[in-house]
């Protein structure tokens, strides 16, 4: 509610056009305002997703040109106009939140999408597909995502930019996708989606992994007092429930040449495996979260239903508990 209103105050002071079309402000408080907006923009869109509901900034209402790739000292006040900006190689603050808006207003279209009254046409969904993995191949390498081994000498907060890019890239992948993960199984139309449903899951509980790692003692973020919000985001509980729909709906089909080729990209083990380490990570938080402890229960269960092993090793201990009540009591 509040994120409503400071929108809605936004509009009323035009943020929500670019600065260029009013002489009156300044160049340097047209390129601040730019970059306000480019932050209102990314709240509005994280907070509607959270919470469910049609994000209240749409595209076709604003005009406000994204911030330059700029560092602080290449502004002052009394410019008369902005600087080239810097190339997009450059590590500057603001290039992260630059990246990070075009990545949201990827997102924002597929939101629009899922929220529409009326299913879009399944050549829309690979149209927004084509246009997210190509916004996503701008980035420049510094925030591509690297194994944290190649990280060693890299600050933290360029670790977690790449982390919260990465996140956004796969979780919209999953949101766009996920209605034809179960079509996909059958249908040979949707075995695109459902192969980047399963893909995007499992990179995004790589993310949380990684994450996990990253935040132990004597790592790269272990002096991030809020790195364990980060880890136990929904983002997360998303993408473990597409992985154990599929899996479980897989096993009771049964195996199709269409199932081969997802096992052949994401073994069924390793996707088990993932879906371990994500239970683990919600089940130490369980003291710290409600949401963590719902979600490290509901893996619990489907590990156990997933995993025929685990299921056995169930069974002969609950066998053994019988048996020893039994012998207890006489019986």
């Not at 469910?52 to 595209?59: N, S, T």
């Not at 996990?212 to 991030?224: R, V």
Request: glycine share 4%; net charge positive; hydrophobic share 40%.
């Amino acid at each position: 509610m509040i994120l409503g209103m400071i929108v809605r105050v936004a509009m009323r002071l035009g943020y929500h056009r670019d600065a260029s079309h009013y002489p009156s402000i300044s160049i340097f408080d047209g390129e601040m305002r730019r970059r306000t907006w480019a932050m209102i923009f990314q709240f509005d869109l994280e907070t509607s997703v959270a919470v469910g509901l049609p994000r209240m900034i749409r595209d076709d209402e604003t005009d406000t040109a994204e911030p330059r790739n700029l560092l602080d000292a290449d502004l002052q006040e009394g410019m008369t106009e902005l600087p080239h900006p810097r190339p997009s190689n450059d590590v500057t603050p603001i290039a992260y939140a630059m990246f990070k808006t075009r990545m949201s207003r990827q997102l924002g279209l597929i939101i629009d999408q899922i929220n529409a009254v009326t299913p879009a046409p399944y050549h829309e969904i690979m149209r927004l597909d084509t246009q997210l993995v190509a916004t996503h191949a701008t980035l420049p390498p510094y925030l591509n995502l690297r194994p944290l081994r190649l990280s060693l000498a890299d600050r933290a907060d360029l670790i977690l930019r790449r982390f919260s890019l990465e996140e956004c890239f796969q979780k919209s992948r999953c949101i766009l996708h996920r209605k034809y993960l179960i079509p996909g199984q059958t249908n040979p139309l949707y075995h695109y989606s459902r192969t980047a449903s399963i893909d995007a899951a499992m990179k995004l509980l790589a993310v949380q992994i990684s994450m996990y790692e990253a935040s132990q003692p004597g790592s790269q973020l272990a002096d991030e007092s809020w790195r364990m919000g980060a880890i136990m985001s929904p983002d997360f509980a998303l993408a473990a429930i597409i992985l154990c729909l599929d899996l479980d709906w897989a096993s009771r089909v049964g195996n199709t040449h269409l199932d081969n080729e997802v096992e052949k990209l994401w073994p069924r083990a390793v996707r088990l495996q993932n879906l371990k380490g994500s239970h683990d990570i919600w089940a130490e938080a369980r003291q710290k979260s409600k949401f963590a402890a719902k979600a490290a229960e509901v893996l619990r269960v489907m590990l156990i239903r997933l995993n025929p092993m685990t299921r056995q090793n169930n069974s002969a201990k609950q066998v053994e508990i019988t048996v020893a009540v039994s012998q207890r009591s006489g019986t």
